[in-house]
């Protein structure tokens, strides 16, 4: 599988950024990609363990269920259960950088089960990826001021 990656740096600290990815059910009001999102089951600290989420990649509607771990407050990490795609991993890093800002990486692994197209594959890294990490930056600095 090829790995994408995106990154930004967001006006706030590494727990704000790590507060607002665990806000699940949140996700349809800030990450414009989420049509829906339902947390299956939480772990032992009450964060999301199993997600099921709908995405609009533009193309289609993709519907998949994640599991999560997390590293607080600097890494959350996925890997696929099933769904749409036959398979799909990820992270998102958070790394202090000493100025009361984060630097947010997105990295994701996708084997959509089919050939994708370039055109396709750029949408997905370009639009939805991009996307999902300006809706992070906007969410913690909005929160935040």
């Known amino acids: 599988m090829k790995r994408a990656e995106q990154r930004i ?5 590494q727990q704000q950024c790590f507060d ?21 089951s939480r772990d032992g600290s009450g ?4 997600i099921a989420f709908e995405i609009d990649a533009k193309v289609k509607t993709i519907r998949y269920r994640l599991r999560y771990s997390y590293e607080p407050p600097h890494r959350i990490a996925w ?3 099933g769904g749409d795609v036959k398979d799909v991993d990820g992270e998102m890093t958070l790394e202090d950088q000493g100025d ?8 994701l692994a996708l084997d959509a089960g089919v050939w994708l197209p370039g055109p396709v594959r750029k949408i997905l890294t370009d639009q939805v990826m991009k996307g999902s990490v300006e809706d992070l930056k ?7 001021r």
């Open 100 to 107: 009361g800002t984060t630097l947010a990486t997105y990295s």
């Open 138 to 144: 906007r969410r913690v600095e909005s929160d935040h």
């Open 20 to 40: 607002a990815l665990l806000d699940y059910e949140a996700f349809p009001e800030w990450q414009r990609a989420v049509k829906s999102v339902a947390v299956e």
């Open 47 to 50: 964060r999301g363990r199993d």
């Open 79 to 81: 890997e696929y259960l």
């Open 9 to 13: 740096v967001v006006e706030g600290t």
